[in-house]
């Protein structure tokens, strides 16, 4: 059976903060480009990023992207790549001034500048003291991003398949990426999009968790697609727990509760961070601070009936500044919790918020990927930005306000990428293999055909609870082993899995589905490199190995699907044109 | 705290049925199951998978899972399941085309929104730099840039329904003037040269609904106010 084709140079998978700015690249140099996105684009989790975009703009006291690079080869206990931690650093307040440029609407000082305020791990000085680095809108700085990106891409005419979903990635016989195949969800249609070049932009996969700050949709399907495709992922194991979770409902509470000076309290009221990080308590790198809680939790010193979680004090902040810079906060503590945090503290736990690894690629935005010698072979045509890429700036563990810089650097720097390759090769489209679209098509025709098998919802809980229990903020060989066979014996279920409902139009259960065959990919590779990985990193932290190992594991991990074979490859110590920072001991 | 809830949920595959009908849906919730989301997931998962809706953040910050809940438009993860009246009705969002059970074609609610050039127009060659705004200023968008675009305003009010290819409809207005608002746009003559037509903006009749039942709190009627008190200032 044959599927219509459909041309672009450019096909940009993910109408997030990277796709959006990836988007706008191309489309203002006049390439012929379309955004898939799964939803209308300012319905993409960049939306939910509350505190900040970091950038050295030094409004309120002194600060240099040099002590931002700093912080972030620290905050990412020295798994990063100094080359792509240099390029983003340096270009963050370009980034960021240019983003206001495009209209996004920045808190503001009395001098009319950007406002800034302290985030986690964002210190002056090369570690000294707590700087303010953290440009916002109020708590709402990822919704007013995203807008204004999209807006900025209403006035470059890009071109949107709204409610399209990725199958598959297209390589011919050389492995070069010609297009992806994606599912119009109103129709149920197949399509194949032949492309020059195509950006994964696909965000992370937090709801491999059953406790996540993270949306419906982030499933990891480009995660998925490329493990599908035969390419690795990297560093796929270090997942950060955001230390402030709302408890049970695990919505996100901003760092920026601790950046405008709230603080943690635990059963005894005590502010246990003091103990854990001398110096910037609660504004300790957020793994830190995870653990931190954990520890107290774990050892009795938690709160409520079930002494399962601590308490995020901020009413002493005084109602003025709370309904101006953390209005969203107060609005979701009351929703959630029916709880005024001008009054009360909110109760918080550590909750899965963010994918350090991803889709393994260089600072350009191109995939690289092991051929031959070579560990970082450019995989011609592919490219990855934002949370589903692993350029690595994160290393393993990634600073507050980084993540939203990440989307718009990296956004830019593939979309240029692309424009590059496309014109260099002023490219004829590569011939499609005979048989493109026929796999997915495959994938999605024995979905309809099943008549029995696992539940869907089942298999999903399942995973989550797995996830939960056997990767979570501690880890030990023991629990690791136990969860890759749990995971293993789930992902032989999956492969067996049923849904009823089997219409063309609409078929919301049938594009969940396909989201958990992506998922389930991420889940499995997160257990087994995090089993492979015998030392505490960032996030990372095994009770059986508690320290750091710079002989052994100073390195990314690669994951491939077929045979479950993991190899290492060295992080990149030569930035681009400043010393390299040499590993220390990590103190906050 | 188990409790039954019953449902009566709007259902309509174009594949399959000639005219929409309601399916009645009863299933248990817990003190877990806050909002009216959560049911939702759990009817998908335990009852029938079939009920097609959107969702995404379920927080409120998205803005995907509009729906008219027993008459009234709200987002599904903000509206607590205590607080409704039993059996919950269950339909899509009023005015637009419905694609599919819950999910509406919401093209011409974007067609709108692209018409007022939802992006700062300045013409100026930009600076190394931000450019400058007063916190008094910039003040002025509170209440405006909070929209999520979930369309619960537009699909609310009358003037919309009588005249939806002609009427702008409260969120597109509401960007409106969330531009002519911003100290650092340069077009706001020419917003207003192109609002000033018998029905973009004038359809408006302040029937409130739209502020009634904004997910966000916002006032779409007060910022059409605002935009017709910059028309009369130009006028005089």
Known sequence: MSLPILKFEAVIVGGGGAGLRAALQLSEAGIKTVVLSKVFPTRSHTAAAQGGISAALGNIEDDNWHWHMYDTVKGADWLGDQDAIEFMCRQAVDAVVELEHY??????????????????????????????????????????????????????NTKFFVEWMALDLIRNENGDVVGVTALEMETGQVYVIQAKAVLFATGGAGRIFQSSTNAFIN???????????????????????????LAGAGVLITEGVRGEGGYLLNANGERFMERYAPTAKDLASRDVVSRAMQIEINEGRGCGPNKDYVLLKLDHLGVEVIDQRLPGIREIALQFLGIDPIKEPIPVVPTCHYMMGGIPTNYKGEVVAPFGANKEEVVKGFYAAGECACASVHGANRLGTNSLLDLVVFGKSAGNSMIKFIREHDLEYKELPKDAGEFSLQRVQKIDASTSGESLAELRHEMQRIMQQHAGV??????????????????????????????KVFNTARVEALEFINTIEVALATMICAEARKESRGAQAREDYPERDDANFMCHTLFYRDGRKIIYKDVHVAPLTVDYIPPAKRVY | MNKKMKFSIYRYNPEVDTQPYYQDVEIEVTNLDKKLLNALVKIKEQVDDSIAFRRSCREGVCGSDAININGRNGLACLTDLAKLKEPVVLRPIPGLPVIRDLIVDMTQFFHQYNSIKPYVIDHN??????????????????????????ACCTTACPSFWWNPDKFLGPAALLHAYRFIADTRDEATAERLDDLNDPYKLFRCHTIMNCADVCPKNLNPTKAIGKIKEFMLSRVI
């Open chain 1, 474 to 503: 501690f880890r030990t060989q023991k629990v690791l082993m136990d969860g890759i066979e749990k995971i293993e014996a789930l992902y032989a279920r999956a492969q067996n899995l049923y849904i009823k409902d089997k219409s």
């Open chain 1, 103 to 156: 209209g996004m609407p920045f808190d503001r000082l009395e001098n009319g500048k950007i406002y800034q305020r302290p985030f986690g791990g964002h210190m002056a000085n090369f570690g000294k003291q707590p700087v303010r680095r953290a440009c916002c809108v109020a708590d709402r700085t990822g919704h007013a991003m995203l807008h204004a990106l999209y807006q900025r891409n209403v006035k470059a």
């Open chain 1, 219 to 245: 499933t990891g399907d480009g995660v998925g697609i490329t493990l599908r495709a035969g390419l690795p992922v990297e560093d796929i194991e270090f997942w950060q727990f955001h230390p402030t979770g």
């Open chain 2, 125 to 150: 060659q930009m600076p190394s730099r931000e450019r400058l705004q007063s916190p008094k200023d910039r003040e002025e968008l509170n209440g405006v840039i909070e929209c999520i675009l979930c």
